[in-house]
T-cell receptor, first 113, second 114 residues
Framework: NAGVTQTPKFQVLKTGQSMTLQCAQDMNHEYMSWYRQDPGMGLRLIHYSVGAGITDQGEVPNGYNVSRSTTEDFPLRLLSAAPSQTSVYFC????????????FGPGTRLTVT | AQSVSQHNHHVILSEAASLELGCNYSYGGTVNLFWYVQYPGQHLQLLLKYFSGDPLVKGIKGFEAEFIKSKFSFNLRKPSVQWSDTAEYFCAVNDSGGYQKVTFGTGTKLQVIP
């Protein structure tokens, strides 16, 4: 199993540009989530999904969109990038929602200039 | 809303010293508790977890944590740290009735000096 994969690993965007961060898992987990990690702030939940076709907002959803058309994929879209979105983004999945261990991807380091 | 506090932001220890990292949460109901570790350049991985039962839980690499319900705490301990324990440690809590959301603390960076 590849586990949780994320692409790209690094990305530089200009303010106002849009892009999609990809996340995929091959463990048949129904629960997937996106976090951003910022110095001194830990991990903050952006969006999560409890199954295909079901998504909900986390703690810091503004400026991001998600969709879940399949169990495997959970892309995160930045609609109009802002410098405040410079961060490291982690995708995670779990077979028991937040109740169980989450498996994290390697992260995407995004810089918005 | 639940919250998690990790009061130690940066800890520096010499090898063989004992470690205790504090974690306090605010939620009055039943919770599931986790410690995750992030080694330099790597992604987060589970260190240990508490769901129910024995409040003293043991994890990988000699780590353990004790759940004290009355103090809303889940402190991480290791009797003797090694240089390879240098990493960032995150406490996380889930409202076991809520299913969906896991709240992470701000993390503690541990630096172990050889």
């Amino acid at each position: 199993n590849a586990g949780v994969t994320q692409t790209p690993k690094f990305q530089v965007l200009k303010t106002g540009q849009s892009m999609t961060l990809q996340c995929a898992q091959d463990m048949n987990h129904e629960y997937m989530s996106w976090y951003r990690q910022d110095p001194g702030m830990g991990l903050r939940l952006i969006h999560y999904s409890v199954g295909a076709g079901i998504t909900d907002q986390g703690e810091v959803p503004n400026g991001y969109n998600v969709s879940r058309s399949t169990t495997e994929d959970f892309p995160l879209r930045l609609l109009s990038a802002a410098p405040s979105q410079t961060s490291v983004y982690f995708c995670a999945s779990s077979y028991g929602g937040g109740l169980r261990e989450q498996y994290f991807g390697p992260g995407t380091r995004l810089t918005v200039t | 809303a639940q919250s998690v506090s990790q009061h130690n932001h940066h800890v520096i220890l010499s090898e063989a010293a004992s470690l205790e990292l504090g974690c306090n949460y605010s939620y009055g109901g039943t919770v599931n508790l986790f410690w995750y570790v992030q080694y330099p350049g790597q992604h987060l991985q589970l260190l240990l977890k508490y769901f129910s039962g024995d409040p003293l839980v043991k994890g990988i690499k000699g780590f353990e944590a004790e759940f004290i319900k009355s103090k809303f705490s889940f402190n991480l301990r290791k009797p003797s740290v090694q240089w390879s324990d240098t990493a960032e440690y995150f406490c996380a809590v889930n409202d076991s009735g809520g299913y969906q959301k896991v709240t992470f603390g701000t993390g503690t960076k541990l630096q172990v000096i050889p």
